[in-house]
């Protein structure tokens, strides 16, 4: 016979297996809003991919289009994840592995195989150096985002030249190969070497660049030119896709010194 329980006594409950709790989560259904910015990151990714396919075929105006609409897409999933209030860990980590894909080995690839084959080791050399460098730079600014002291107007500005705008001006020399500017590339490979490995400098530099993710508001009274100013933006991209890259390279160089200048005057300001 077993002895009758204390007054008062609870009989003790026994402790849940900790793998229970794991499976839970495991087989918890997923919210689509976390599923719709991965899918666009595995699209651009198979975009930047098959990019370099049609560079080894030989069809490069083509493989640029493919890395440009990966930029798009990488500018729109990142923006849907916020919006959707999908954010996540997993998200994060599969957006930096495309990334570096899209716009470091792709890019890379394409302009070796557009120019820099023909300097044999070395130019393989420099377009290692393009890839590390982006690969680089996305692991900084991975590092960077997890930093509780980083001030807040700091997020105007990146440390260095982003990823996607690394690749859009590596590829300027394809650009202007398109436009005929130059006939070929291999002719020029030394000259594109020396600029490839300043793009890959900028990437992996701690020049600050805009960064424009601040911008969530424009005034009433500019909203109507803005759209104009951008459909116009648009209309000439499809029009002389080529011409408007090669100018929007220019530009964002040339407008690097600026920021550089800005970003000075605004640390100033607020330390002083």
Not at 155 to 163: C, D, N
Not at 164 to 187: K, M, N, Q, R, T
């Amino acid at each position: 016979m077993k002895p009758p329980k204390a007054s008062g006594a609870t009989e003790a409950k026994p402790e849940p297996h900790p793998g229970h709790a794991q499976q839970a989560r495991a087989f918890r259904p997923i919210p689509i809003r976390y599923l719709l910015p991965n899918l666009l990151t595995l699209v651009a990714l198979c975009s930047g991919v098959t990019a370099i396919r049609y560079a080894v075929e030989g069809h490069f105006e083509f493989a640029v289009g493919g890395i440009m609409f990966a930029i798009v897409l990488d500018a729109i999933d990142g923006r849907l994840a916020r919006y959707l209030k999908g954010t996540s860990r997993f998200g994060a980590e599969l957006d930096s592995l495309a990334d570096s894909v899209n716009f470091g080995v792709a890019p890379a690839l394409l302009v070796y195989l557009w120019s820099l084959n023909s300097l044999h080791t070395f130019g393989w050399a420099v377009s290692l150096m393009l890839a590390i460098a982006c690969t680089l730079r996305l692991a900084r600014f991975n590092v960077a985002l997890d930093d509780p002291n980083k001030p807040a107007w700091m997020s105007a500005y990146f440390t260095g030249m982003p990823a996607p705008a690394g690749a859009l001006l590596s590829l300027a020399p394809l650009y202007l190969g398109f436009i005929g500017v130059i006939d070929e590339g291999h002719p020029f490979a030394k000259t594109v070497s020396v600029y490839e490995i300043l793009v890959a400098v900028l990437m992996v530099s701690r020049i600050p660049t805009f960064s424009g993710k601040t911008i969530t508001r424009v005034p009433r009274e500019y909203a109507l030119p803005l759209l104009a100013l951008m459909a116009g933006f648009v209309v000439f991209l499809f029009s002389y896709p080529w011409e408007v890259l090669t100018a929007f390279s220019a530009i964002y160089l040339l407008l690097v010194p600026f920021s550089v200048l800005a970003y000075r005057r605004r640390k100033k300001a607020e330390q002083g």
